[in-house]
């Protein structure tokens, strides 16, 4: 039988070396490399080797090679991704990308944390290290695309905080936090600007009509909702700014007089176009 697990030939009589040596028994077409499995109750049979960066998966009940492994779910374990790191993770390709529906993600982490300490719990944790000068990135990239009318919304990105009925925070909770960590160096002489936080608007050449009516746009959308819409309303605040020195000539600069301002950015408030004044000088 092809791959058999099968006793060595010799001959008409067994010689006690004979039944001790290694090859007394063998497969049929033995390979370097091959794995022993049972192939049945009954059987014991030959897996042959896989190719390179094979993985031994599971198929028709027995051991098999794969190339392209399905991970459907993992509980319970850590993998360490050594083996690939000489090569790249794909799910799907640009010309064949993987479907899925509303409800159905491609990737789903569950994690809890009992942690109790001043440390912060981080479940998802990517750090990538430049080390080639004058070059480009280091970012991670999550980019939405299409090409069809949709429905109510589209982002690129969702950062989702959530307080259950006994949920709190004694310090600062925050849905999206960016921090910039600058050197403690002096870095004017190297050039280049150094923002917390971008907003790029990048314009098709569309017609849009901002005048409270219509196909809106701008950089930022803020919108109260939830059962108690009034509490915002009577305690809350636009944005809140800390760590800074008012001082003349500052960021915040308290020297500034009611003076009517040298010109306007248009906002719009509940759906009512306003304008904040904006003045040439601090006076």
């Known amino acids: 039988m092809t791959n058999e697990l099968k006793h060595g030939s010799v001959g008409t009589e067994l010689t006690q070396s004979e039944w001790e040596a290694i090859g007394a028994h063998v497969f049929n077409n033995q390979a370097t490399g091959d794995i022993l499995y049972a192939s049945s109750a009954t059987q014991l049979s030959r897996l042959a080797i896989g190719s390179t960066n094979n993985l031994l998966t ?54 809890t944390s009992s942690n109790a300490t001043s440390t912060n719990a981080e479940p998802f944790y990517v750090k990538s290290v ?56 002096d870095i004017t002489s190297k050039g280049g600007h150094y923002y917390a936080l971008e907003l790029e608007y990048v314009s098709g050449g569309s017609s849009l009509t901002t005048n409270g009516t219509g196909c809106q746009a701008g950089f930022i959308y803020m919108n109260q909702s939830g059962d108690d819409d009034g509490d915002l309303d009577d305690n809350g605040f636009l944005f809140k700014l800390d760590g800074l020195t008012a001082d003349s000539g500052h960021l915040y600069d308290t020297d500034a007089s009611s003076a009517t301002g040298d010109a306007t950015l248009k906002i719009s408030i509940g759906g009512v176009t306003k304008y904040l004044l904006v003045a040439d000088d601090a006076s």
Request: hydrophobic fraction near 40%.
């Open 58 to 111: 599971i198929s028709g009940g027995v051991p098999a090679w794969t190339a392209t492994p399905s991970l459907t779910s993992v509980t319970g374990a850590t993998i360490t991704a050594t083996a690939l790191l000489a090569s790249t993770f794909d799910m799907g390709t640009s010309g064949s990308p993987k479907s899925y529906a509303a409800g159905s993600p491609i990737v789903e982490v569950y994690a």
């Open 130 to 185: 430049m080390t080639g000068a004058g070059g480009y990135g280091g970012r991670s990239r999550f980019h939405a695309y299409t090409n069809v009318a949709l429905g109510s919304n589209f982002m690129g990105l969702k950062s989702q905080a959530e307080f259950g009925s006994a949920g709190s925070c004694a310090g600062l909770a925050t849905a999206l936090c960016a921090e910039l960590n600058m050197p403690n160096t």
